[in-house]
C-alpha cells in the first residue's frame, strides 16, 4: 500500500512514521509527503530518506476546492491507499474527504472527544484534567470528530507546563501512530458507526487503548 503524509511543521511524527516502514513495522511505503508550508521541517525529512515532497500552497489557488482538486490529482497519481495527517494545520474539506472516506487518520494530541482544535495540550493544562493523552481517529467533515482508532493516556502532572505535557504526549504519538497505520494496512480496522473494531483481537488487549506507563516525576 502507498502512504502520503500531510504535513506543515516539524514532522515528529512523520519521523515515526517513516521509522516504522524501515524498521518493518508498518508494511506499507511512505510515498510522498505533502505540505502547505514551503519551509516545513518535514520536508526535510523525508527528502533525506528518499521520499518524494509536494509543496501545495493555498494561496497559488483560487479557492480551497481548487486546491483540494490538486491535492487529490497528486495524491491518485502516486495510488495513495492511506493519507496520515501528522500536523497539517489545514482543515481538509470535502473534496479530499469524498475521494478518501475512511482512508485519512489524524493524529491529536488530547483525549477526544475532549479538547478538539488547536492546543489541546493547553486546553487540557488549563481545563485541570488529570489524565490527557492522545488519538489517532479517521477524518470526516468535523474538526477532529472522526472514529476513534486508537488512544493513549497519560498523567497530567501539578508541575506540569504546556511544553512538559506535550513531550510526554509526544511520546505516545509516535508509539500509537505506527500501530494504527499497520492495522490498517493489514486490514484489521473496521469502521461500524463512530466504533472502529480491530479484527482477530477480540480481547481487551486489542490495541485500541494504550496505557502509557506512569513515568517517575523529576
Ligand atoms: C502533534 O502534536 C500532533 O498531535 C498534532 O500536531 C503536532 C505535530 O507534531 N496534530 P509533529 O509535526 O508531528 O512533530
Keep these: ?11 515528529t511524527n512523520l519521523q515515526a512514521l517513516i521509522d516504522a516502514t524501515e524498521a518493518g513495522k508498518i508494511s506499507a511505503r511512505i510515498v510522498l ?8 521541517y518535514a520536508l526535510q525529512r523525508a527528502a533525506r530518506h528518499g521520499i518524494e515532497t509536494r509543496v501545495l500552497r493555498p494561496k497559488e489557488f483560487p479557492d480551497r476546492v481548487r486546491f483540494e482538486e490538486e491535492m487529490v490529482r497528486v495524491l491518485r497519481s502516486r495510488q495513495v491507499g492511506l493519507i496520515c495527517l501528522a500536523g497539517f494545520m489545514r482543515i481538509l474539506g470535502s473534496t479530499v474527504i469524498e475521494n478518501f472516506r475512511g482512508r485519512i487518520m489524524n493524529i491529536h494530541p488530547a483525549l477526544l472527544p475532549s479538547f478538539p482544535g488547536l492546543h489541546g495540550q493547553r486546553q487540557a493544562l488549563e481545563y ?22 486508537i488512544q493513549a493516556a497519560v498523567p497530567v502532572f501539578s508541575g506540569d507546563t504546556e511544553e512538559s505535557l506535550s513531550s510526554r504526549i509526544l511520546e505516545q504519538e509516535h508509539r500509537i501512530y505506527p500501530l494504527a497505520v499497520q492495522a490498517f494496512v493489514e486490514g484489521r480496522l473496521k469502521i461500524e458507526g463512530r466504533r472502529v473494531h480491530f479484527r482477530g483481537e477480540e480481547s481487551s488487549r486489542s490495541g485500541e487503548v494504550v496505557l502509557s506507563p506512569v513515568p517517575q516525576q523529576p
Excluded: Q, W, Y
Design 128 to 149: 485541570g484534567v488529570k489524565i490527557s493523552g492522545c488519538t489517532v481517529h479517521f477524518v470526516d467533515e468535523g474538526v477532529d470528530t472522526g472514529p476513534i482508532i
Design 33 to 40: 509527503v505533502v505540505s502547505d508550508v514551503e519551509s516545513a
Design 1 to 11: 500500500m502507498n502512504i502520503a503524509v500531510l504535513a506543515s511543521g516539524r514532522g
